[in-house]
Nanobody, 119 residues
Framework: QLKLVESGGGKVQPGGSLRLSCAGS????????VGWFRQAPGKEREEVGC??????GVISEDSVKDRFIISETNHRVYLQMNRLKFEDTAVYYC??????????????WGQGTQVTVSS
């Protein structure tokens, strides 16, 4: 059973950067497509992007396309977030599915890590 754990969240000022990490236990993330999602207070969860064998790292959320990067290195998946804005404040989740492409639905979810952008 794959278990996902996110880390790297915290509080940052507008314009700052954070790097979130998603690690898996029980199975290698190399065999999974991994997505990043976020949920802001009072809003629905939205997909930020995904990394997979076939697609590489793809940012799907338009509001962060020029600021966020998804990558996979050494069995971990990272979300590099640059030039953060107040509206990026949310709980960020990673999710995984056993496919070589970015899927519409995911089977495994982490507990989430809080990102707060505040001055």
């Amino acid at each position: 059973q794959l278990k996902l754990v996110e880390s790297g969240g915290g509080k940052v000022q507008p314009g700052g950067s954070l790097r979130l990490s998603c690690a898996g236990s029980g199975a290698s993330l190399d065999n999974y497509a991994v997505g990043w999602f976020r949920q802001a207070p009072g809003k629905e969860r939205e997909e930020v992007g995904c990394v997979s064998t076939s697609d590489g790292g793809v940012i799907s959320e338009d509001s962060v396309k020029d600021r966020f990067i998804i990558s996979e290195t050494n069995h971990r998946v990272y979300l590099q977030m640059n030039r953060l804005k107040f509206e990026d404040t949310a709980v960020y989740y990673c999710a995984a599915a056993p496919y070589k492409y970015c899927p519409d639905e995911y089977d495994y979810w982490g507990q989430g890590t809080q990102v707060t952008v505040s001055s």
